[in-house]
T-cell receptor
Framework: NAGVTQTPKFQVLKTGQSMTLQCAQD?????MYWYRQDPGMGLRLIYY???????DKGEVPNGYNVSRLNKREFSLRLESAAPSQTSVYFC??????????FGPGTRLTVT | QKEVEQDPGPLSVPEGAIVSLNCTYS??????FMWYRQYSRKGPELLMY????GNKEDGRFTAQVDKSSKYISLFIRDSQPSDSATYLC???????????FGKGTHLIIQP
């Protein structure tokens, strides 16, 4: 039982490049989330998916797109990376929204 | 004013002391109140959650919610060096599925 897994662990991009962050959970949870964590800002919700086939914007969705590929997988795409997107990205999943389980994070640097 | 305010610390206390961590919030729609612990370069892990007002105890940890004052606390008894981490308060309500986090308090337990 791996819980929530994220790939890659680290990534360096140049401004304007694109990439997809992958997330998978094996707990049969309906809901999945993407957060970013920045120094002095705490964790902020980017997008979430309450169930397979649905996605909704969170607090900071600009510059990102998501895909809920199936019940297990929820990906986050940066179409044209900007230095302001340098951050640590966490994926989470939950059966009930107040009990979220987080992955280990992806550290992204955009130069 | 941010919806959730949390002193970032660092808070340094000797081993064995009682630790008090606090958050204030402004959104009266919040109903669920959570505390997450995050070790350096790891994802957050859920410690405890409380629904509405009241106290909840789990081993050395006690969570308190005072909705009338919009104030929540986490107490750690008999603190251990292994408790050294960043503690994040989080709240949920208002119909959205995502959580609203405080910025986190960096706690250091000195052996």
């Amino acid at each position: 039982n791996a819980g929530v897994t994220q790939t890659p662990k680290f990534q360096v991009l140049k401004t304007g490049q694109s990439m997809t962050l992958q997330c998978a959970q094996d707990m049969n949870h309906n809901s999945m989330y993407w957060y970013r964590q920045d120094p002095g800002m705490g964790l902020r919700l980017i997008y979430y998916s309450a169930s397979e086939g649905t996605t909704d914007k969170g607090e900071v969705p600009n510059g990102y797109n998501v895909s809920r590929l199936n019940k297990r997988e929820f990906s986050l795409r940066l179409e044209s990376a900007a230095p302001s997107q340098t951050s640590v990205y966490f994926c989470a999943s939950s059966r009930v929204s107040y009990e979220q389980y987080f992955g280990p994070g992806t550290r992204l640097t955009v130069t | 004013q941010k919806e959730v305010e949390q002193d970032p610390g660092p808070l340094s206390v000797p081993e064995g002391a009682i630790v008090s961590l606090n958050c204030t919030y402004s959104n009266s729609a919040f109903q669920y109140f959570m505390w997450y612990r995050q070790y350096s370069r790891k994802g957050p892990e859920l410690l405890m959650y409380t629904y509405s007002s009241g106290n909840k105890e789990d081993g050395r940890f006690t969570a308190q919610v005072d909705k009338s004052s919009k104030y929540i606390s986490l107490f750690i008894r008999d603190s251990q060096p292994s408790d050294s981490a960043t503690y994040l308060c989080a709240m949920r309500g208002g119909g959205a599925d995502g959580l609203t986090f405080g910025k986190g308090t960096h706690l250091i337990i000195q052996p």
